[in-house]
């Protein structure tokens, strides 16, 4: 078991890490402030130093929870395995649907629930009450964690919020065209705010400072406080008025540091504190000579060898360079607290609508009672420089600008430091996303466009945090018990079914990377002229069409075989079509505003060409649903000459569109005018089928359900096809047109 835990460590350090890197990767790279490696180094540099200075930090696994005096070594050892099963299986998770969690939370429940399932099965065997359970656990710090939680999401939100709208106020978006004083004096409330955190949560346990240091500043907290203050705000001045340093960057680079270095100063209990305190008791249980179910463990302090504590730093830092989970955890942060609109992760729901409904209300009231010359001056600080971008850089664009990453890394790090100064159980991680949402809202990114998406992603997050505890809870106390009934068979049985889940989710993961790298999508155009859009269209529309294809033969094979496999990949396969689509149709706005005033002809050919594409994806959308629906409800199959019918249409679709592909990878717009004359003759064949299935309704069909679906598709099939010529039409019209 010893051998196992030591494994589960290894493996909760990698899975934890990719969680938790959101903590103090997503300003960084957020903002773009510095390079993507620069900020891997500095947060490389923050963890190894938080490593090294997390000696002591390991009681909370060993009697923080529950009373390790009540229990004997080899039922604290089934405890401490169900944790750690339960915790890798949970995190990983958690990372590959690619949501922060609190590690914090999951560890401290996944105490609590194997120890309240082991208890209560010694006080069934003893015949006691269920009163006696107070007797093992620590109920007062468990309601402290909970009460944490509540806390950590409402103060986070609440402050971030106040602070960045204080900031924005105060500095503006054009924060570069403000006087020098205005910048030093953020910068000294910044950097003095992260210096008092690095001391206060990053080196409360190292040596780097004497112990009469750190009980001067605990006791002279204001002092110490106001003089940094000074010596920070005359730094700020200084280097960026005679060294033309970005106070900003540097804030954010310093923040960045900390918040990795308090992650893995403290934060390294939750992966490597319960194997320790596992390696620790099977150490003095094997001195004592007693055997496992009638030793019991005495409460004296866990000391963590250093080179373990090195080993651990060393993990962490890999899995930070080398995890796709981690940059896919902090993508969603990112994502949620982004200033423009763009492409929107999560799907509103009605408690985000009512939400964003009630604020809006709320606001609108607010307008009327403040001054309107007030709300004037406030709506002038929010104005952002209009700078030209090229649509192939939009992504290229940080996602806040400095000021926000700034505020975000300066108040986590004031709440996280002022939490640990008083005891109290605030979550780094809900701190530092809390605070980010807060800002965001405060910078007035969630507009219209975005709101209902912004916070149905946060309360999406929000209850997996809740669902984190309850899930931590019920899930180690199952394991828990399974392990008390089945000894070493099942963990045995544990250990192989975690390591399948962990590698298929490793293996999906991997795939869905890949499939995202190789997936041709439709690209937004950047020309300005119709000659140019006519070029730079053609690529966009050989995709639909060749996508169009596929799609429209796996819906019609489907359907002829009863293949709901087969049907759910065209229904899939549509679903992301129209999405693109839509998006391109969404950029209509940015791409009219790049345009000058001689390219209004551009602009019409555009939005003409997304109005057929858009055509022919509601076509395939019906085809695809209602042949998904029709299988998936088990009606009756077609008739033999009904899937012959189709499959004859499928073959004529398939070589029109193979056709049409061609000429629009190799820009032969002279073949439209040919494509475009059969118009008639690919109707007149639909038709004729119509007309057959007329007859035989008249004479011996006698299935209503497959006869509604076989006019159905073919209907939507002359939709697809008269909105595919009218794409022609319109391409070999302006092709025609002499530049």
Do not use: C
Not at 104 to 123: M, P
């Amino acid at each position: 078991m010893i051998i196992a835990l030591a494994i589960l460590a290894i493996t909760d350090l990698v899975v934890g890490v990719s969680n938790d890197a959101v903590n103090f990767l997503n300003s960084a790279i957020g903002s773009k402030a510095i390079s993507f490696k620069t900020i891997m180094i500095v947060a490389s540099v923050g963890i190894a130093f938080g490593a090294m200075s997390s000696s002591g930090m390991m009681e909370v696994a060993r009697k923080g929870i529950f009373n390790p005096s009540e229990f004997v070594f080899s039922e604290i050892m089934i405890i401490f395995m169900a944790v750690m099963i339960t915790d890798i299986l949970l995190l990983d998770f958690f990372n590959t649907l690619g949501m922060p969690t609190s590690t914090t939370v999951s560890i401290v429940f996944e105490l609590l629930g194997a120890a309240v399932a082991i208890s209560l099965v010694k006080i069934t065997a003893k015949g006691g009450g269920f009163d006696e359970l107070a007797n093992y656990i620590n109920t007062e710090k468990a309601t402290e964690i909970i009460l944490g939680i509540l806390l950590s999401v409402v103060v986070a939100f609440t402050v971030g919020a106040i602070v960045q709208f204080a900031s924005r106020i105060l500095i503006s978006f054009k924060f570069n065209e403000r006087p020098k004083w205005v910048g030093a004096l953020f910068g000294g409330f910044a950097v003095t705010s992260i210096i008092y955190f690095i001391i206060v949560k990053g080196l409360k346990s190292a040596s780097i400072f004497s112990p009469e240091i750190l009980g001067y500043i605990g006791e002279n907290p204001e002092l110490f406080l106001l003089g940094n203050f000074v010596v920070w705000t005359l730094f700020s001045w200084l280097v960026s008025s005679f060294f033309k340093i970005n106070i900003y960057t540097l804030i954010i680079v310093l923040g960045t540091f900390a918040l990795a270095m308090a992650f893995a100063g403290n934060d390294l209990v939750n992966f490597i504190g319960v194997p320790l305190a596992a390696l620790e008791w099977f150490n003095a249980y094997s001195a004592s000579g007693i055997e496992a179910a009638k030793y019991t463990m005495e409460n004296k302090p866990v000391q963590t060898p250093t080179f373990l504590l090195l080993a651990s730093g060393v993990i962490m830092v890999v899995t930070l360079w080398f995890s796709s989970k981690a940059k896919n955890v902090v993508k969603t942060s990112v994502d949620l607290s982004r200033q423009d609109a763009g492409d929107e992760r999560f799907q509103p729901n009605f408690l985000s609508r009512q939400i964003v409904k009630l604020s809006v209300q709320a606001s609108e009231n607010l307008n009327n009672i403040l001054p309107k010359s007030l709300l004037s001056k406030i709506d002038s600080r929010f104005e952002k420089p209009y700078v030209y971008i090229p649509k192939s850089r939009v992504q290229d664009l940080p996602a806040f600008d400095l000021v926000r990453a700034a505020v975000n890394l300066m108040v986590a790090s004031v709440l996280i430091s002022l939490a640990t100064s008083m005891k109290l159980p605030l979550s780094t991680t809900y701190v530092t996303f809390m605070v980010a949402m807060g800002t965001s809202l405060a910078d007035r990114a969630w507009g219209a466009e975005s709101a209902v998406y912004r916070v149905a992603g946060v309360l999406n997050v929000i209850g997996g945090w809740f669902f984190t505890a309850f899930s931590a809870f019920t899930a180690a106390a199952i394991i828990a018990y399974i392990i008390h009934l089945g000894g070493i068979w099942a963990i045995a049985v544990l250990l192989i079914i975690a390591a399948l889940l962990i590698g298929r989710n490793y293996l999906s993961h991997n795939k869905k990377m890949k499939e995202t790298k190789l997936e041709e999508k439709l690209q937004k155009t950047e020309s300005n002229s119709i000659i140019g859009l006519i070029e730079e269209s053609s690529s966009n529309i050989s995709l639909t069409i060749e996508r169009a294809n596929k799609i429209y033969t796996q819906a019609i094979d489907g359907l002829s075989k009863h293949d709901i496999d087969r049907l759910k990949k065209s229904k899939k396969g549509i679903t992301k079509l129209n999405n693109e689509v839509e998006d391109l149709s969404g950029n209509i706005f940015y791409f009219i505003k790049n345009l000058d005033e001689s390219s209004v002809g551009a602009s019409n050919f555009y939005i003409t060409v997304l109005s057929y594409l858009q055509d022919m994806t509601q076509s395939l959308e019906y085809i695809s649903k209602a042949s998904y629906k029709h299988v998936n409800n088990n009606h009756k199959k077609l008739r033999f000459n009904q899937i012959k019918d189709l499959k004859e249409t499928d073959v004529f679709i398939d070589e029109l569109f193979t056709k049409l592909k061609t000429i629009f990878d190799t820009k032969a717009y002279d073949q439209l005018t040919e494509m475009i004359m059969n118009k008639e003759v690919l109707m007149d064949t639909l038709d004729q089928k119509i007309t057959k299935q007329i007859e035989r309704t008249r004479s011996d069909e006698s299935s209503p359900k497959n006869t509604a679906l076989y006019f159905s598709l073919l209907l939507e099939t002359k939709d697809l096809l008269k909105a595919t010529m009218n794409l022609l039409e319109i391409y070999d019209l302006h092709t025609n047109i002499k530049p």
